[in-house]
C-alpha cells in the first residue's frame, strides 16, 4: 500500500511538473513528501545546479522530493560563471534554459563534427559568447588568449549546443578535446563519458583513443559503495583494490556501459572496446584534475598509457582470434 500511494504521489507531481512547472501538491506533500524536504530543513524555496549536465529524470525526481524549482545554469570561469539559466516557470528540464541579459550567444559551424546552424529541427554548433562579463585573457598568456577569440572579439567556448524556438539552449557535446581515429572519424570523449557516469557503478570515466587505432577504449574508476554492495552480493571481502582486478565485475560493468551506449544512441566507435578499472579517485593530488575539477587528458593519457597500450593489445588479440576462426 505504501509503494503504491508513492506511486501515484509521484505520477501526480510529475504531471503538475510536466504541464504547469508546478513542484508542490496540496494533498501529496502533506502525507509524503514533507518528509523528503524534512531532509534539507523544510524551508528551501529554490536550488540552483551547475558546473556539470545533470540528468533529466534525476533533476525532475529531485524537484518533486525537495518541493522547489531547481534551475539549472550554464557559464565558464572565463565568462565569470553563470551565464544562461532557466526559467522556474519553464515546464521542460534537459536543457540550461536561455542568456542572462549581460550576455550576447551565438553558433558556429563545426562542419568537421557536422554540426551546423541550418541543422533541422534545431540549430546547432559551438557556443559564442560576447559581453562585459567575459574575461579579457589569460594571465601573460597572449598565445592561448588568441585561440579563444574569433576575429569579432566572440569567446569561443568550445561547447556545442542546439537551439529551441523560444531560445533555450541544450549543450549537447564539445569541440574542445576531440581526437579522430583510424577511419577519420572524429570522437568527444566528453559525450561519452557524461553517459557513462550515469551507471551506479562508475564513480568516473576517462575515455581514449589513439589516431592509429579503430576503437576507443576507457579508463573506470569503479563507485566504491556500489562496488561494495556488489561484493557483499556476490559473498566477496576481497578489498577494493582487488574487486577492481575482478573479471566478473570487470563484464558486469562494461555490460552495463554497453546498455546505457545503446540507450542514449552512441555510435559503434563511441562504445569503448575494453575497459580498465582503477581503484584511485582522479583528484587535484595526483594531478589528472585541474583545480576546477576537469580532466587533464594529456595527464591522464601519460598516467593510463601503459594499461591503454595493454587494451589495444588485448582487442587486437581477440580479433586476430575471431578472424582465425
Known amino acids: 500500500m505504501k509503494k503504491s500511494l508513492v506511486g501515484w504521489g509521484l505520477a501526480a507531481k510529475q504531471a503538475k511538473l510536466a504541464n504547469v512547472a508546478g513542484t508542490t501538491h496540496c494533498c501529496y506533500d502533506k502525507i509524503l513528501f514533507k518528509k523528503t524536504a ?13 558546473s556539470a549536465p545533470i540528468d533529466k529524470a534525476v533533476l525532475e525526481f529531485l524537484k518533486i522530493c525537495f518541493c522547489c524549482p531547481i534551475l ?3 557559464g565558464l570561469t572565463e565568462s565569470s560563471a553563470a551565464s544562461c539559466i532557466t526559467d522556474k516557470a519553464d515546464p521542460l528540464s534537459g536543457h540550461v534554459g ?30 559564442c559568447m560576447k559581453g562585459p562579463t567575459i574575461f579579457d585573457g589569460y594571465y601573460k598568456r597572449p598565445d592561448i ?27 549537447i557535446d564539445r569541440s574542445k578535446n576531440i581526437f579522430k581515429l583510424s577511419q577519420g572519424e572524429y570522437i568527444a570523449p566528453e559525450k561519452i563519458e557524461n553517459i557513462f557516469v550515469l551507471s551506479k557503478f562508475v564513480g568516473q ?28 552480493a556476490k559473498g566477496l571481502s576481497d578489498s577494493f583494490e582487488d574487486l577492481c582486478k575482478n573479471e566478473t ?16 544512441k552512441l555510435t559503434s566507435l563511441e562504445k569503448p572496446k575494453d575497459l580498465f ?36 593489445k588485448n582487442i587486437e588479440q581477440i580479433e586476430a582470434s575471431s578472424n582465425r576462426k
Request: aromatic share 12%; glycine share 6%; net charge negative.
Open 38 to 50: 524534512a531532509i534539507l530543513g523544510g524551508r528551501v524555496r529554490m536550488m540552483v545546479t551547475g
Open 72 to 74: 539549472e545554469g550554464y
Open 98 to 127: 536561455g542568456p542572462t541579459e549581460y550576455v550576447k550567444f551565438r553558433l558556429m559551424d563545426l562542419p568537421e563534427m557536422d554540426y551546423r546552424i541550418t541543422d533541422k529541427p534545431y540549430p546547432r554548433g559551438e557556443v
Open 145 to 171: 588568449t588568441a585561440k579563444c577569440f574569433d576575429e569579432e572579439g566572440w569567446f569561443l567556448t568550445g561547447d556545442v549546443a542546439q537551439v529551441y524556438p523560444n531560445g533555450s539552449i541544450k549543450i
Open 205 to 232: 570515466a576517462f575515455v581514449h583513443g589513439y589516431s592509429t587505432k579503430n576503437n576507443v577504449v576507457a579508463v573506470i574508476v569503479p563507485d566504491k559503495l556500489a562496488i561494495t554492495a556488489w561484493a557483499e
Open 249 to 264: 565485475l570487470k563484464t558486469e560493468i562494461f555490460q552495463d556501459l554497453m546498455a546505457l551506449a545503446a540507450q542514449n
Open 277 to 312: 578499472l582503477h581503484p584511485e579517485e582522479f583528484s587535484v593530488d595526483n594531478n589528472i584534475l585541474t583545480p576546477t575539477f576537469k580532466l587533464k587528458r594529456n595527464i591522464a593519457a601519460q598516467v593510463f598509457k601503459e594499461q591503454i597500450d595493454e587494451m589495444y
